[in-house]
């Protein structure tokens, strides 16, 4: 810590980190400006940054064609739903693999990884007939089921990760206390690891959010999320940025909201780890 | 670090209370439709309410999905009969495939006022198999050169309505003015069965080529298959746009729209964008001519017809057809003309529409459109007899990934980083390993 922090190195780094950050915002924001254009205007070259016609036609139009408030509620109840239940099985999952490891836990992990380095397309015709057997196509328990399967192995090595950076001697002096298993985890685990579930809730609701396999592939109607909504939107024949980015526009809007609430979090989580 | 734990148990509370909330119960028989995103089915979605006020018992409900996602989503739901659709678009591509595996419901029962026969019969072909309706199209197109007027007047040039491809290459060297961003044509070069290969596919019959002999061969390494790659590629690097090679349709209605092509060859329906003053700055300055040919008898135009169908093992096919027979219909298109104007029907369909002066009045392409479709033959595509159904593709299961897979040799080879002769010995190589695999040669 002797390093000396000038003022010119602390403008250098705020510049930096502002045009980084602008870098990465710019995709987003250019979706959100073409929402505003005409579809001509849209698809122009050279295309105009802020001296256009605004318009909001496009949320018009959108508006009109489809039902939004379902689509955003259907998204809503299967990555929440999906992450809730993930969170459930992964951390007295993760919390075993942490702190009584066996010789068998590495291979364990890697082998729930290795279920993500299959294409999704390459179960698509078993899954879609044990869906249609079970009744499940179209149904929002069905999508919170696989995208659950889906997210679990990120979820338990991102949990794993993290208790891993617990000490184990915290958890065994509150087993000299007499704590039981459940109360260790509640009151010992819980509140140290924070952090850390925060960012891998959120982390998960965005995958479970963006998934558009399987939500597009089983989904027809009434659980259609906003995947879907978007999907409708695009046409090999005929203009439709500016449509299209207002229905996308739309559908970043929840989860960019919630990622903007959980921000601090999220960021600690991911830099901190579990012990302040 | 309390108000977070409350506020992520908030969450949870809520959604957990929305998952309880369960779909609306419907006591009638509803239809879910499967279809495109384009203007004319999204106008189709507009009018629902119409054929529901005449059939109060009969609920329809939309899915609407760009077409490639709809083609995979629609395709695995009938090969494992899911049954998650009551009415399916489908191309005239998928119809004799999946009428030939029983895969669709034959629409013999559409009324007695629907007069089939009434259909443009190059459409009614590309539909049906053994002479047995198995959809119903919707609108159909093909596709045709659009020209700007003010260019070919200015360099003295006069565009005939059945052009040659020499004619065509002329125009285009001759009209190029890169320094001032005028290209003499513009064509499609993004790889893809749909694509570019829609293109060269159709392309290539008028220059005798065909994809396989009668003996399911391919055919890549032939002549003619030769000079149609040879004539496009150079035609391109000397007239066309940069970056052609990732040019789609919208790109290049994009580039034509904005004043950008001297020439432009593609499907009938970019003629209402073209010709739409809101959209085109060329507008008032666009004419049409049929696709070129060789002289062979053969142009290069295609042929395609978005159709409502009805998969087989459906519990609601009287409602379906009921449908299908309304929005197919000569009355649905003095509906939409009655709401929005004749200029906004949905094209290539009925012979009847091509007889109506109040549609040839406002839709100065009607005659070449019709033409267009005329000359194109799903059953006899190009110059030399094949096995299969289909002008700018064959109509075999296998084509989509074997046609996306050539696409992508022939898109480079446009590109540049690939040679004429090299794209064409790949295509052949994938094409013939593909075929034995499918077991169609040996």
């Known amino acids: 810590m002797a390093r000396k922090v000038t003022g010119r190195h602390v403008a250098i780094s705020t510049v930096a980190a502002w045009l980084a950050g602008f870098v990465i915002f710019f995709p987003i924001l250019w979706m959100v400006l073409a929402s505003f254009k005409t579809e001509l205007e849209a698809f122009a070259t050279p295309p105009s940054f802020l001296f256009f016609h605004w318009t909001t036609e496009n949320y018009v139009t959108v508006q009109e064609r489809s039902d939004y408030l379902h689509h955003a509620l259907n998204s809503l109840i299967i990555a929440g739903g999906s992450t809730l239940i993930a969170m459930l099985i992964a951390i007295p999952a993760a919390w075993s693999m942490a702190f009584s490891p066996t010789k068998r836990t590495k291979d364990i992990l890697l082998w729930m990884l290795s279920t993500k380095m299959m294409p999704p397309v390459g179960v698509l015709v078993p899954i879609y007939l044990i869906y249609k057997n079970m009744g499940l196509l179209d149904t929002r328990s069905g999508l919170v089921f696989i995208l659950c399967l889906g997210n679990l192995p990120i979820v338990i090595w991102m949990l794993f990760t993290y208790f891993k950076e617990i000490p184990k001697d915290i958890l065994e002096a509150a087993r000299m206390d007499g704590a039981t298993i459940g109360r260790e985890l509640i009151y010992v685990l819980t509140p140290m690891a924070i952090p850390g579930l925060a960012s891998t809730m959120l982390l998960n609701l965005i995958l479970a959010w963006n998934e558009a396999f399987w939500t597009l592939n089983l989904s027809t109607l009434n659980a259609a999320p906003l995947t879907t909504f978007i999907a409708s939107y695009s046409s090999p024949e005929g203009l439709f940025w500016a449509r299209l980015s207002a229905a996308s526009t739309l559908a970043i809007a929840p989860i960019l909201i919630i990622g903007w609430f959980s921000q601090k979090q999220l960021v600690r989580g991911l830099t901190f780890g579990a012990v302040k | 670090m309390k108000t977070i734990f409350t506020r992520t148990s908030m969450l949870a509370v809520l959604m957990g209370a929305a998952a309880l909330t369960a779909a609306p119960a419907l006591a009638e028989t509803t239809l879910t439709i499967a279809t495109v995103n384009n203007g004319d089915m999204i106008r189709m979605q507009g009018l629902t309410g119409e054929f529901t006020k005449a059939n109060p018992d009969i609920a329809v409900k939309w899915v609407t999905l760009e077409e490639n996602v709809l083609r995979q989503r629609v395709t695995t739901d009938i090969a494992t009969k899911g049954g998650q659709f009551d009415i399916l678009t489908i191309g005239t591509y998928e119809v004799p ?10 629409l013999d029962k559409l009324g007695a006022d629907y007069d089939a026969g009434d259909i443009l019969p190059k459409i009614k072909d590309a539909v049906s198999v053994d002479g047995k309706l198995y959809a119903a199209p919707f609108y159909g197109e093909s596709s045709m050169v659009m020209y700007r007027t003010d260019l070919f007047d200015k360099a003295g040039l006069k565009m005939p309505e059945s052009p040659t491809w020499d004619f065509v290459i002329n125009a285009a060297k001759k009209l190029t003015d890169k320094p001032g961003g005028v290209f003499g044509i513009c064509l499609r070069g993004k790889a893809g069965w749909g694509e570019n290969m829609a293109f060269l596919t159709a392309m290539s019959n008028s220059f005798g080529a065909r994809w396989f002999d009668e003996k399911w061969q391919p055919q890549f390494n032939t002549p003619e298959w030769k000079t149609t790659l040879t004539t496009y590629v150079e035609l391109m690097k000397e007239a066309g746009p940069p970056g052609a090679s990732s040019n789609g349709f919208n790109e290049n209605l994009a580039l034509f729209n904005s004043g950008k092509c001297a020439m432009w060859i593609d499907a009938t329906v970019a003629a209402s964008f073209v010709t739409n003053p809101k959209e085109s700055k060329v507008a008032d300055k666009v004419g049409f001519a049929l696709a070129p ?80 479709i005329d000359a194109a ?53 994938s094409t013939e390993r593909e075929m034995k695999r499918a077991g169609y040669i040996k």
């Open chain 2, 97 to 106: 495939i999946w009428a030939k595996k029983n895969w669709l419901v034959p």
């Open chain 2, 293 to 372: 040919n060789t002289g062979l008898g053969k142009n290069a135009n295609w042929l395609w017809a978005w159709s409502l169908a009805v998969p087989a093992g459906s519990q609601k096919v009287e409602a379906a057809e009921k449908f299908i027979a309304w929005a197919t219909s000569k009355d649905y298109l003095k509906l939409v003309a009655s709401k929005d104007g004749w200029a906004n029907v949905p094209p290539g369909t009925r012979t009847s529409l091509y007889k109506n002066e109040e549609y040839l009045k406002v839709a100065p392409f009607a005659k070449l459109t019709l033409a267009s």
């Open chain 2, 377 to 429: 033959d799903p059953n006899k595509p190009t110059v030399k007899p094949v096995p299969y159904v289909g002008v700018q593709y064959a109509a075999i299961p296998e084509f989509q990934g074997i046609g996306t897979a050539v696409g992508q040799q022939f898109s480079a080879a446009l590109a540049g980083s690939m040679t004429v002769d090299a794209a064409l010995a790949a295509a052949q190589s």
